[in-house]
């Protein structure tokens, strides 16, 4: 049977006892499900848990994920553990997810890793709406197999869609037995891990503030010992994007929080607070 599940969230800044919090309506349909919201750091920031309990996808199954944050609202979201895709028999098994950011909103998308087992058709799509003021970070980790367990991607298909409407569109499909993109130096070089980290505004980011990012970023990759490939780039005036493609998860996910952290300082002066399930 085939799961079908959708989860709504509405973030919206308020005055509780004159202090300024960011709270969430959540409605949902079906296994995906939000913790309870927790404030480790500030009112200012709520930090959200997305659960599903079966534990991953198979063909036909289907979770759609809508955020909105109010103007001036700032959530973390975050998965405890890896996003599973699971072997199909034939059926697509799709996560979409479509965020739409207010004036001065701030978001940070942060979930665990995604793992496409050999022999998944999988479809998974993000799309980010910013209004002027508006700022997010995001990250997106696709491991091909189980690298650490020598279960190679040698069966299937993933296709992977990351969008900021009129400024940056992503879309590729990697089939595994597409051998030129897994294999060539111009594609995944042998590597099975791939891990994307961005910054995003809806309006232009001062090319100083944007040098800052992208110096963050190479002072990173530099000191790393990491034996992966890895870039950072400002593909448009309100976009900074961190590229790493490496032969395990631990070591790449070490590599994208270090530039989180960076990042969160510079750009929004607020230390790096790691969310307690990652250490659970």
Not at 176 to 201: C, N, Q
């Amino acid at each position: 049977m085939a799961w079908q599940g959708s989860l709504q969230l509405d973030y919206r800044r308020d005055e509780v006892a004159g202090a300024a919090r960011t709270v969430v309506r959540d409605r949902h349909d079906g296994p995906l499900r939000v913790l309870a919201s927790l404030y480790p750091e500030a009112p200012g920031v709520c930090h959200n848990v997305l659960v599903h309990p079966p534990g991953g996808l198979v063909g036909g199954d289907a979770l759609d994920i809508a955020v909105n944050l109010a103007r001036d609202a700032h959530a973390l979201i975050t998965t405890p553990g890896a996003t599973r895709f699971y072997r199909s028999t034939g059926a697509a098994a799709t996560q979409s997810l479509h965020a739409k950011l207010e004036v001065g909103a701030r978001l940070e998308w942060l979930p665990l890793e995604t793992l496409a087992y050999s022999g998944c058709i999988a479809e998974n799509g993000m799309r980010f709406e910013l209004a002027p003021g508006a700022e997010m970070m995001g990250w997106d980790l696709l491991a091909l197999g189980l690298p650490a367990s020598d279960q190679a991607f040698v069966r299937g298909r993933f296709t992977q869609c990351i969008e900021l409407p009129g400024r940056w569109l992503e879309r590729g499909v990697v089939d595994a037995g597409d051998t030129r993109l897994l294999d060539s130096p111009l594609g995944w070089a042998g590597h099975r891990v791939m891990g994307t980290l961005w910054f995003a505004a809806g309006s232009a980011v001062p090319a100083a503030r944007r040098d800052a990012l992208l110096g963050a970023a190479h002072v990173a990759i530099e000191g790393d010992a990491l034996q992966a490939s890895a870039g950072a780039t400002a593909l448009h005036d309100g976009i900074v994007v961190l590229r790493v493609l490496a032969p395990r998860v631990e070591p790449l996910m070490g590599l994208l929080m270090r530039v989180w952290h960076a990042w969160r300082e510079l750009a929004w002066q607020l230390p790096a607070c790691a969310p307690r399930v990652w250490r659970t």
